[in-house]
């Protein structure tokens, strides 16, 4: 009979102590959590009901169709002089992102609370939930025509790129908010914690100059970080600036706009993304209010350049001092998400076979020496898709639960 293998995890108590300026709010988020949406998986069709309930409460604009010939929506909430569009989805399988900005609408609705009252006296919120409705009900990153939206800001040649441009030329929006996921890979820093979130400042040209409405955005992002930073203690990062201009946030601020991108990461044991989440709807509500009451302008850009840049140190799962072949390596494992039916699936895949690989794993596993193999293979090699590895015959399960 085989006996199981037991992990190492990176993990650590976490106490989600916001700051004051969105605590009270923060606090009452199970309040205006939408549970009916809770899953990776999230297309129109899951959407379309919220929608329908907020539309009394705001405005609801049609505002086209997708490759596809899904509708693309826009809602508009708040009174406020200062215009904020932001957009998710923009990739179909980055979804943690429109689960929190509808959170964050179903706050202002229902919520009174002084962080709403500040928001929705200050701001006028523009978004659409869900950009790219194609490629979330494929779960893929690209649209319909296989095209990368985020690449497509200058060409404009599918219809959600044009939908994009053109509600940006009718608002004039003041700020932009591009909300987007990223993988599991990335770290906060070159350190063992994981980036759960992560911001950036998108450059205007190539020689990345420091603009004064990047400044803007800096110290907006340096106010989140502030925000957000007991509670999430060295796991918020700077993305890379590298210039783009075909991405939609660098086109967006070369024009003028303090642009913020939003990536959303990895929580430790989350891969559901559900805990991630509720620091997505922290960190927009911080934006918004930040903006919205101007307290941006109490930061400076050391702030937001001490936030760690990215780094890529983890795997999802990183087996050490297993031997294969007489030799004692390092196996790492990274899973690659599926859509099967109506779930997202994680599928494991040796990526490296080293002597030493020097990451840190989401999992870990000290081999300690035993041979290591793998159902079907005479030999392991990377590149290849596994369901059960073998310790010395004992079973080390590396599906995601």
């Known amino acids: 009979m085989f006996t199981i293998v037991k992990y190492r995890f990176f993990t650590f108590v976490n106490m989600k102590k916001y700051a004051a300026t969105i605590k009270d709010i923060m606090d009452r988020y199970p309040d205006f959590k939408l549970n009916q949406i809770k899953d990776r998986y999230i297309n129109q069709s899951h959407i379309q009901p919220i929608l329908n309930e907020f539309e009394k409460d705001v405005e609801l604009f049609k505002i086209g169709y997708s490759a596809n010939k899904e509708p693309i929506h826009l809602i508009k909430i708040g009174s406020g002089k200062t215009k904020v569009l932001a957009w998710s989805q923009m990739h179909g399988n980055e979804s943690t992102t429109t689960r929190a900005v509808l959170d964050v609408i179903n706050a202002l609705i229902n919520i009174e609370a002084k962080e709403t009252s500040e928001i929705l006296n200050n701001i006028s919120l523009y978004c659409i939930p869900m ?9 893929t990153r690209l649209n319909f025509n296989h095209v990368d939206l985020n690449r497509d800001a200058q060409n404009l040649t599918q219809p959600e790129s044009r939908i994009l441009r053109n509600a940006f030329d009718k608002i004039k929006p003041d700020f932009c908010l591009n909300l987007h996921g990223q993988r599991t890979i990335f770290s906060a820093g070159p350190t063992n914690k994981s980036a759960v979130m992560s ?5 205007e040209d ?6 004064e409405k990047r400044i803007e955005s800096m110290k907006v992002i340096a106010q989140i970080a502030d925000d957000l930073k007991e509670a999430l203690p060295g796991q918020i990062g700077r993305y890379d600036d590298g210039f783009n201009i075909n991405c939609t946030g660098d086109t967006f601020q070369s024009e003028g706009v303090p642009t913020v991108l939003f990536e959303e990461g990895h929580f430790p044991n989350d891969y559901t ?3 991630t989440r509720e620091f ?6 911080s934006s918004l209010r930040s903006i919205g009451t101007e307290s941006y302008k109490n930061f400076n850009t050391e702030a937001y350049f001490n936030i760690p840049e990215n780094d890529k140190k983890f795997n ?6 297993v031997r294969i072949m007489d030799t004692i390596k390092d196996v790492s494992i990274q899973y690659s998400e599926k859509l099967v039916g109506n779930k997202v699936e994680f599928i494991p895949k040796i990526e490296n076979i080293e002597d030493k690989i020097d990451k840190y794993g989401h999992k870990e596993v000290d081999g300690e020496g035993k041979i290591l193999e793998i159902a079907g293979q005479k030999t392991p090699v990377a590149n290849v898709i596994v369901d059960k590895i073998f310790l010395n015959k004992e079973i080390l399960m590396v599906k995601c639960d």
């Not at 790219?132 to 779960?139: A, F, I, V």
């Not at 190539?206 to 603009?211: D, F, G, V």
């Not at 999802?316 to 001092?321: E, M, S």
């Open 280 to 285: 997505v709807v922290a960190s927009i509500i």
């Open 199 to 203: 911001f950036l400042t998108p450059a």
């Open 316 to 321: 999802d799962i990183l087996i050490k001092n």
């Open 273 to 275: 993304r559900e805990t």
């Open 131 to 139: 950009l790219n409705p194609d490629g979330s009900r494929k779960y």
């Open 206 to 211: 190539k020689e990345r100059k420091i603009t």
